[in-house]
């Protein structure tokens, strides 16, 4: 079996983000994937699932924080801890947000496209779950500790992934685009690019440009692109309030983790606009509306609480 990332329960991650700092899927930012990945496999165990994701408990497993693995085997109701840390509503949360870009993905593949990148993939498994058009090629790109991780739990299982996968072991802050070109990438072909949690505070603003603008240079006309985006912490005192009870709350779960310390604060990169500055056309969208769309119960009330409505989320075309 694969040896578990973390054999501590609690994890101890104390720290402010730097320009160089590192960390795996069971600290700091990388924790946030593996709870991400614990709400699909949450979601995938509902009655009428928005999504399906069978890959998302055994990743979770793996990694081996204990009110994740709980919350991904449904021994814990991940929106009842939600409701504690002040995240109301995570599992579905982030079953929209995965329905969303998978329909994203679809679209582009309708449209003819059939190179795709995913960027600080984490923990997703869309190589693997979803019914790519044959023709496709995906590449994921993550730090090598994380690639390897994902690569040997999904062996494990015996997956296939049906369409050809690619992967890069690279950290975003290092020269990624010749990393994905030595890859076999293609920029003259058209692409559809996703940054799904990675554009909200994760990386500090002239990062977010770079990323943007290497993206706006490797994309063929026809090009695609969809993130979620925004600022989780801007500073304010209420943004300040809401870190302090989120890690609290994580803290009475066993999770030591500075929620403040995870992300660059201050205001970010607004996607939609630096995409359509380069001539593409950008579609956006408010937490709402994709939870809705999903058929989920609408959001009102303390629904309306924590870090997920402040984020907006694009899908964008070269023309």
């Known amino acids: 079996m694969t040896q578990q990332i973390s054999r ?26 593996t709870m991400v990945a614990a709400a699909r496999a949450a979601a995938t165990r509902r009655p009428h699932p928005v999504i399906t994701d069978e890959f998302a408990e055994p990743l979770v ?19 009842e801890i939600g409701n504690e840390v002040g995240f109301p509503r995570i599992v579905d949360t982030f079953a929209a947000r995965a329905l969303f870009f998978d329909r994203y993905f679809a679209e582009a593949g309708a449209a003819g496209v059939r190179q795709v990148v995913i960027v600080a993939s984490g923990l997703d498994a869309r190589p ?3 019914p790519w058009p ?25 997956a296939v992934a049906p369409t050809q996968h690619r992967t890069v072991g690279i950290d975003l802050r290092e020269d ?27 990386l500090p603003p002239a990062a977010e440009v770079r990323l943007l603008d290497n993206v706006v240079e490797l994309s063929a006309a026809g090009s695609r692109f969809a993130a979620d985006y925004g600022t989780l912490n801007d500073n304010s005192p209420e943004s300040q309030e809401l870190s302090r009870r989120m890690t609290r709350g994580w803290q009475a779960q066993g999770l030591d983790m500075d929620i403040a310390g995870l992300t660059y604060p201050g205001e970010h990169t607004d996607v939609a606009a630096r995409l359509a500055a380069h001539g593409w ?21 303390a629904d309306q ?12 075309v070269r023309a």
């Open 134 to 158: 044959a023709g496709t090629v995906v590449y994921e790109i993550d730090q090598p500790e994380v690639i390897a991780f994902k690569a040997a739990t999904v062996a494990e299982l015996g």
């Open 128 to 130: 693997y779950r979803l």
């Open 8 to 33: 501590d329960p609690a994890y101890r991650g104390r720290m402010a983000r730097s320009a160089d700092d590192s960390w795996d899927l069971a600290t700091s930012v990388g924790a946030t994937a």
């Open 281 to 301: 056309q950008a579609s956006t969208f408010e937490h709402a509306e994709l939870i809705t769309t999903a058929g989920l119960p609408e959001v009102v009330g």
């Open 305 to 316: 609480q924590g870090p997920a409505p402040r984020l907006k989320f694009v899908k964008a």
């Open 61 to 79: 497993r793996a990694v081996g924080l204990d009110v994740f693995t709980r919350a991904a085997a449904g021994e814990v109701d991940l929106d």
């Open 176 to 202: 990624w685009p010749a990393a994905l070109r030595a890859a076999g990438f293609d920029a003259t072909q058209p692409t559809a690019w996703l940054a799904e949690g990675v554009l909200i505070g994760f």
